[in-house]
């Protein structure tokens, strides 16, 4: 079987050295990560026959993660680009004021499709509706099956399932995505309810990812002595490493998480008399450093060292600086040996034409990786 060519970026090495502006040399000529690279399973055309191969997974589980990795611009590297958008939900509908054009299906779709996505992950309702669109296109849906909601108050730290693994199966889907608050009073729950839905998604076929975030204010948002404002530890390297380990422990194909940003979380929260792992202060140094690649490569080693693929989401839309932090961010993971970015309010909260543009931008980081220009340490 002839093997399709990788895409060819449009940009280039000096393209990511200008975004990443004055960390550039910080970001691309780190060299002596924690965790070393030969303990890494990393993206590769072979990677799901090399790891899941050796897995339970069926061959029906396995065709679908195939069917993510082989669409749009990354097809032929591992690596993996998705667009979501779970918006109207998760933010509430009025996210879409800032470009009406996505409050229709069909725009998500094409956005996903003319950016060169791997695939795009949307509402039940969202997805069912543009079904027979994205099947035409072959482009690969996976059904967010439960959400948040704004109109409870006061607000909760929970999720309601809005659809099951068999009705994203019937309407064609590839996977399922589900979230996990890990840390909030209803985690547990939560967590026994994606275990079915694992369950269930594999018995029809379907990839599952796992969007494993934190949620607890009162523990994770700590005023530290100093500091005048509280400092939020919910992008910490240790929690966020162990909360996608717990998503990976669950049976998740994939893991979506914040890209860590910091570290010292258990530290701090210890300081305030409350519990949070077990491991020593110095275990955890040991394995986190103090680099922001050492903090996402912490990530990805929670996931079995890679066996389960890190995405890292782009974060929310700030406007001017959306394409360079999209990249840096890219930089980051990629170097870090993340498997790809979930990019969404930066991508469709603009105009079509600058939202396909930073999608490719953060693919094209990718593609240069897979060129040697930019090394996984």
């Known amino acids: 079987m002839e093997l399709k060519r990788c895409a060819t970026p449009d940009l280039t090495l000096d393209h990511v050295r200008r975004a990443l502006g004055g960390q550039a040399e910080n970001m691309l000529g780190f060299s002596s990560p924690m965790i070393e690279r030969t303990r890494l399973h990393l993206p590769s055309l072979t990677f799901i026959d090399d790891v899941f191969g050796l897995s ?15 669409h749009g611009r990354l097809s032929g590297t591992g690596y ?29 779709v094409r956005l996903a499709e003319e950016g060169g996505c791997n695939a795009v992950a949307t509402s039940y309702g969202a997805a069912s509706i543009v079904a027979d669109m994205a099947a035409k296109l072959r482009l690969p849906v996976i059904v967010k099956i439960n959400h948040n909601e704004l109109l409870t108050t006061p607000a909760k730290y929970d999720q309601t399932m809005f659809a099951t693994a068999k009705a994203a199966a019937d309407m064609g889907a590839r996977a399922i995505g589900i979230t996990i608050y890990f840390g909030s009073e209803e985690s547990r729950r939560q967590m026994e309810e994606v275990r079915d839905a694992f369950q269930a998604a594999r018995e029809a076929g379907l990839a599952t990812i796992a969007w494993c975030y934190l949620r607890n204010s009162k523990a994770f948002k700590i005023k530290e002595d100093g500091k005048d404002a509280a400092t939020d530890f919910h992008d910490d390297a240790a929690l966020t490493s162990q909360a996608i380990h717990l998503a990976a422990s669950l049976g998740a194909d994939i893991v979506k998480q914040k890209l860590a940003t910091r570290a010292g979380g258990p530290q ?13 202060d110095d275990e955890i140094a040991r394995v986190v450093g103090t680099h922001p690649i050492d903090w996402v490569r912490a990530q990805v080693a929670a996931a079995y060292m890679g066996r389960i693929g890190l995405i890292n989401s782009g974060g929310e839309s700030k406007g001017a600086s959306d ?55």
């Open 56 to 70: 339970g997974r069926s061959i029906e589980v396995r065709n679908s993660l195939r069917a993510i990795r082989d």
């Open 80 to 108: 993996m680009s998705i667009l979501p958008v779970d918006q109207g939900v998760e933010h509430d509908w009025f996210t879409f004021a800032r470009n009406l054009d996505y409050a229709d299906p069909a725009n998500i």
């Open 268 to 280: 701090a929260i210890r300081a305030q008399k409350i519990g949070v792992l077990n491991s020593k």
């Open 323 to 377: 394409l360079d932090d999209a990249i840096a961010t890219a930089v980051i993971n990629l170097r870090a040996g993340g498997t790809g970015l979930i990019s969404g309010r930066k991508a469709f909260q603009k105009p079509m034409a600058e939202g396909i543009a930073l999608l490719h931008a953060i693919q094209d980081v990718y593609l240069l990786g897979v060129r040697g220009e930019i090394s996984i340490p």
